[in-house]
């Protein structure tokens, strides 16, 4: 989803509780599934096992549900005012645990054994849950990423907060043994913003000790863009790691980027693209073997209807590059939907993960209004939906935000964040997808991509 970036460099140690507002537990606790809304979703291929609607401590149309992270039996569900906490043990009866409140947007998050982080956009008076929102010409404003101990999923404590440059629109852990790196993707700068002035063309790196998470702070600044670069390429939208294969890919207001990250404080860029159909270079995900990177273009941001015969099959779609010679992107075909959206819709490409199928490139990916794909990589010149769930328009009368923001496959089921709506969890029925359903983590970070079993 695209938003106004913005921020300023600094450290803050660690929040007292006097100063958090975070509420836990405030509405019944252990909220259940319930049956699916009353529009039913048009579906092939795919199973609809339960529905958890938005808490309402969390709801509002404007409060929109944002990405989703994985740790043993729990899924973590940012939103842009905190995040839900789900018991997912029993997929077919998945239970909120906790809600925190702590405003912010857009609430990306990823976790680290007991540790979340979660991205602030948009600026606050301060680093504490309940500061009200400031305008970005204030240079006071805080943004950047919070820090949460997570070890009581009933419980979450907020224990840190770092501010960074532009603030943090999205966030991508890299393990460090006994310390993570987080990347901070953030962008739009402007003369106007103290703490978010052009150019921006710096990554933020935070270090985040595990035994002191308290200590977090931007360790580096790295520059991914110089002169000679694209002028609209200030910053980048997502940062997609592959830490085992030493590679990220990122998705770059004007460009894709192919990252060498074996030394996680001074990535190097291997290559960049462009494209001509790409409006908004948004996210990346990389097959099990490195060896193919799929770019997705959020064409009119997220909140357009794009997905339909006017504006084609090449544009708010998929880009499909080989990696040649593991550090040239060589583009290979387009993918989008073949379901046409309705004008009231929202639609265009957004978050996937792999399907862990050993030795198989199978992708699950959010389309907003226009459902949850999957799709079979295997041929990178001809990518072909084999699978879909897809409801139909939250509001039939007016264009209004929702839908599928993050759809995702964990332990045998993907999770689905409707913006509006709330958690779907779904089973895939397709028998070429069964391989996957033996392949366990105990943690997943979609935009920290962990290797695949072999065949």
């Known amino acids: 989803m695209m938003a106004a970036a913005r921020g300023g460099p600094a450290r803050w140690g660690a929040l007292g509780a006097g100063v958090v507002l975070i509420a836990v537990g405030c509405a019944p ?57 789900y018991d997912v043990s029993e997929p077919e009866s998945p239970e909120i645990v906790s809600e925190v409140l702590c405003p912010g947007g857009q609430g990306d998050v990823s976790v680290s054994g007991d540790l979340l982080y979660f991205s602030v956009d ?17 240079p006071e404003g805080f943004e950047g990423i919070r820090i949460f101990d997570i070890s009581d999923k009933a419980a979450p404590q907020y224990v840190a907060a770092v501010r960074t440059d532009c603030g943090s629109h999205t966030n991508t852990l890299v393990p460090g043994g006994d310390r993570d790196y987080v990347y901070v993707s953030s962008y739009s700068p402007s003369e106007s913003f103290p703490n978010c002035r052009p150019p921006h063309e ?13 200590d977090a702070a931007v360790a580096a600044t790295p520059a991914l863009f110089g002169p000679g670069d694209d002028p609209k390429t200030m910053g980048c939208h997502d940062i997609t790691a592959y830490p085992e294969r030493g590679l990220a890919a990122a998705a770059c207001l004007g460009d894709g980027l192919l990252l060498d990250i074996s030394d996680p404080l001074a990535p190097v860029v291997l290559d960049r693209v462009r494209d ?37 099959p090449e544009r708010g779609a998929d880009a499909v590059y080989s990696v ?13 939907i073949p379901r046409h ?30 459902g949850v794909s999957v799709v079979d990589l295997t041929d990178p010149d001809e990518p072909r939906e084999i699978a879909f769930f897809d409801r139909g328009p939250w509001d039939s009368a ?27 969890v779904l089973r895939l029925t397709d028998p070429r997808l069964a391989p996957a359903e033996g392949v366990r983590m105990d943690q997943f970070n979609p935009q920290s991509q962990p290797s695949q079993p072999a065949p």
């Open 29 to 85: 606790p252990a909220r259940a599934a319930t049956e699916a809304p009353a529009d039913a979703a048009v579906l092939k291929g795919v199973e609809h096992l339960a529905h958890v609607p938005k808490p309402a401590l969390l709801g509002g149309s404007a409060a929109l549900n944002s990405d989703l992270a994985f740790t043993g039996d729990y899924v973590i569900g940012g939103n842009y005012n905190g995040f839900v906490v």
């Open 122 to 138: 948009y600026p606050r008076k301060g680093t504490e849950c309940g500061a009200e929102a400031v305008a970005p010409s204030d």
């Open 202 to 214: 710096r990554l933020s790196i935070v270090e985040v000790p595990h035994d002191a998470p308290e």
């Open 276 to 312: 001509d159909n790409f409006a908004f270079w948004h996210s990346a995900t990389f097959t099990a073997d490195a060896s193919t990177v799929l770019f997705t273009d959020e064409l009119g941001g997220g909140s357009a209807a794009v997905c339909d015969a006017e504006t084609g």
């Open 324 to 336: 040649g010679g593991g550090t040239d992107l060589v583009f290979r075909s387009y993918y989008k």
């Open 341 to 370: 959206q309705a004008d009231t819709e929202n639609c265009v490409a957004h978050n996937g993960s792999l399907i862990p199928v050993p030795g198989g490139d199978f992708f699950v990916q959010g389309w907003y209004q226009g």
């Open 398 to 424: 007016a264009l209004r935000t929702a839908g599928s923001w993050s759809a995702y496959y964990y332990n045998g089921h993907v999770y689905s964040n409707g913006i509006q709506r709330g958690l779907d």
